[in-house]
Structures are given as structure tokens and as C-alpha cells.
């Protein structure tokens, strides 16, 4: 999917232009997803992307799409905590609470990984300019940038 765009929209790529912090549009698109990885780095330019972009939807979609997915991440996160504990609960009136623990510490694994997946490829599709939707949050980030 290159372009959510109806016909006639602007194209696929990134507007041409700078960011209100003076970065090119795909350049600040992708450090709203990179730049996560330096201690939450991303999600505050994120917010500031969204408060402070008035014309570029493009890095404005991405800040959004960016904070849906970390919001999401939390989510999961939360859930699978509780799903820990009520495991944990379970397990330990058999005396194998051990289990429970394994088990979601390689659940987190997992879900780990896959938004690590998810923070590197939505960065590497807005770097190249793509207006690219994540699955489920994608269309509310363009709904949001679009009201």
C-alpha cells in the first residue's frame, strides 16, 4: 500500500519540505519510530511532530502512527502481565509457579521481538517516503491526521 490517498491525492512519496524542527519530511517521519530505541526518544519528537506540524501530513501521520504503536505496546504489555499473574496463581496451587514465570518471560520474548519488527520497518517505510499503514492502527493514525 503506497499511498491511502484517494485518486487525485497527493502522491505516495513525501511531500517535499521541511519539518517544523528544519528535518526532511521522511528523515523526521522515521526518527518518530527510530529514535525509540535511545530511551524513548521517538515518542517525544512524536509529540512534538504533532503538535507543532500545521502542513505536513505526512510526518504528522507518522507521529501519530507511532504513538498508536507504542500506546498498543503498553497495551500488550498490560495484558500480558495480568496474564502472568492469574497464570501465576493458577500454576502455584500445583506448586509450579516456575512455569508460569517461564512462560510469560518467553511470551514477553516474543511479543518483544515482533514490536521491535514493527518499530523498524514503519521507520524504514517512512524514511522512504511511504505513506504506509500498520495493521488495525494505521487506519486510526489516518483517521486521526484526516478529521
Known sequence: ???????????????????????????GA?????????CCIGLVLAIVFLVTEKENRFVKFHAVQSLFLALAQLAVGIVVGILGLVLGMVLDLVHMAWLSWL???????IIFLIFIAFWIFAGIKAYGGQWYKLPIIGNFAWNTVNK
Open 103 to 109: 512462560l510469560v518471560l518467553g511470551l514477553r520474548l
Open 30 to 38: 522515521m526518527l518518530c519510530y527510530i529514535a525509540n530505541f535511545l
Open 1 to 27: 500500500m503506497s499511498s491511502p490517498y484517494a485518486a487525485g491525492g497527493p502522491p505516495s512519496g513525501a511531500p517535499g519540505g521541511k519539518t517544523s524542527l528544519g528535518l526532511e519530511s521522511n528523515v
